[in-house]
């Protein structure tokens, strides 16, 4: 038997997931206490457009704010931080500085969403806070790889907007990202 919550294999007879905590179903009942494991399916609602939005915007000021202290210098530096003119003019001016900028923002926003995503909790904390999880096609949560694959998938879906606007057009609310690394967002019942 697989953990609903987290995909780990569970032991025969475990009261709980060795991985997450989650308790294990009642062996008298057959069903499943708490939040449940695989004997107790509850109803898969995928996440919509304008929630995973919601999510999105919310880690990114998460990011933002906890990037701040350590890109202000190198902005400050570069005499950029008198008006956002000059902050986009740098940001823009594809100096070395304004290079290694910009990679710094990215490898953070992976390394954040593949780990997050990657995680028991399944979720970025944009995610967690709105209910919403992303796993695989069995509801298990996903690998750093997979995790990995569809964060620069969506890179390909900000092309136009187009592989967002999926969402709300495909049957299981798959983005062009989704679809690339076969992940679907889940919203908690």
């Known amino acids: 038997m697989q953990c ?3 995909g780990a294999e569970l ?3 475990a009261e709980s997931c060795p991985a997450c905590g989650e308790r294990a179903a009642d062996s008298r009942s057959g069903e499943a206490t708490q939040r449940g494991f695989a004997t107790a399916r509850r109803p898969v609602v ?3 457009f304008w929630i995973r939005a919601a999510a999105y915007l919310l880690d990114s000021v998460l990011l933002a704010a906890a990037l701040t202290p350590f890109l202000l210098p190198i902005v400050r530096n570069n005499h950029a931080d008198s008006s956002l003119q000059q902050m986009l003019q740098f940001y823009g001016s594809w100096t070395r500085q304004s290079i290694a900028f910009t990679l710094l923002i990215h490898l953070t926003e992976w390394l954040y969403s593949a ?3 990657s995680s028991a909790w399944q979720a970025t904390v944009g995610k967690r806070i709105f209910g919403l999880r992303v796993a695989d096609a069995e509801g298990r949560r996903l690998t750093f790889l997979r ?3 569809r964060h620069f ?3 390909l879906s900000s092309f136009l907007f187009l592989g967002f606007i999926l969402v709300g057009f495909t049957e299981k609310r798959q983005g062009l990202h989704d ?3 076969g992940t679907f967002v889940l919203k908690r019942v």
Do not use: D
Request: hydrophobic share 40%; proline share 5%.
């Open 4 to 6: 609903a919550k987290c």
């Open 11 to 13: 032991p025969e007879g």
């Open 46 to 48: 995928y996440a919509g």
């Open 115 to 117: 780990t997050m995503e």
């Open 147 to 149: 995790a990995t694959a």
């Open 153 to 155: 998938g969506k890179y």
């Open 179 to 181: 679809l690339i690394a």
